[in-house]
């Protein structure tokens, strides 16, 4: 991390887990943890559409943000089921999780649905964590650079170098969400510095060095400390370790000390 040049975050991605009650217990159970680290690393927790006004309630008042874990690039109209950035910004959110490799696997998004998604998220206020990563198949093949590359011109096509300020960049290797696998540090920092290198050609290097760039591949409370010392890995999208008080609490501190 550097943050002399950017915001350290780590968000907690809860998926489609918990319900209001249980999202309010763990939140209270958070917030006292995480207290500490106002002004030194932003704490998110990205929560499903339903837990979010629960969220924001039990949170009013702390250093915890609020995310969503998707939206739609629609103002409004006849699209069942979808939940539109106005919506969202009118409860309070402040972030939301866009491309997801579960949201491309399972339900068909793409990187122009992303992008489509991402300019919506900006007009609207709300501040997109865009993610981005490789599979195993593309990485043995050692394509990972240019998936990488694709996802970043499509995914961000059209954000202006005022916005690209807003945007969270997630680097979430594939093969490694829900599996338990890592990419090791090293592996992380280099594509996480090959992201930065993509930004800086799309905008400049100062814009490109304000941008958070996190690891979101299996970060834990065993592996954090080594990952966030990297220079380029400016914290963490944080999957089943966010669903622990305590676990997710480690990582929050190790970005605090990093």
């Known amino acids: ?104 696997q399972y339900f068909g998004e793409t990187d122009e649905t992303v992008n489509k998604r991402t300019l919506a998220a900006l007009e609207a206020g709300l501040k997109p964590i865009v993610c981005v990563g490789e ?27 005022k916005c690209i300020k807003n945007v969270v960049i997630a680097y979430e290797p594939v093969w490694a969400i829900g599996t338990g696998k890592t990419a090791t540090p090293e592996q992380a920092e280099e594509v996480c510095a090959f992201i930065r290198g993509e930004l800086a050609k799309m905008f400049d290097k100062a814009t490109a060095d304000a941008v958070t760039i996190q690891y979101g591949g299996s970060m834990n409370a065993g592996n954090c400390k080594e990952l966030l010392a990297k220079p380029d890995i400016d914290g963490g999208l944080i999957g089943g370790a966010s669903l622990k008080a305590n676990d997710f609490n480690t990582i929050v501190q190790a970005a605090v000390e990093g």
């Open 135 to 161: 599979t195993l198949e593309q990485r043995e093949l050692n394509i990972t650079e240019e998936v990488i590359a694709t996802q970043i011109k499509v995914g961000l096509k059209g954000t202006c170098e």
């Open 1 to 104: 991390m550097n943050k002399s040049l950017r915001k350290a975050i780590i968000a907690g991605n809860w998926k489609m887990n918990k319900t209001r009650p249980e999202a309010k217990e763990l939140l209270e159970a958070i917030k006292p943890l995480v207290a500490n680290a106002e002004g030194k690393v932003e704490v998110i927790a990205c929560v499903p559409f339903t837990n979010l006004e629960t969220a924001i309630n039990t949170t009013a008042g702390s250093n915890v943000k609020i995310g969503a874990e998707n939206v739609h690039f629609e103002k409004s109209g006849a699209f069942t089921g979808e939940i539109s950035a106005d919506m969202l910004t009118e409860l309070g959110v402040e972030y939301v999780v866009i491309g997801h490799s579960e949201r491309r």
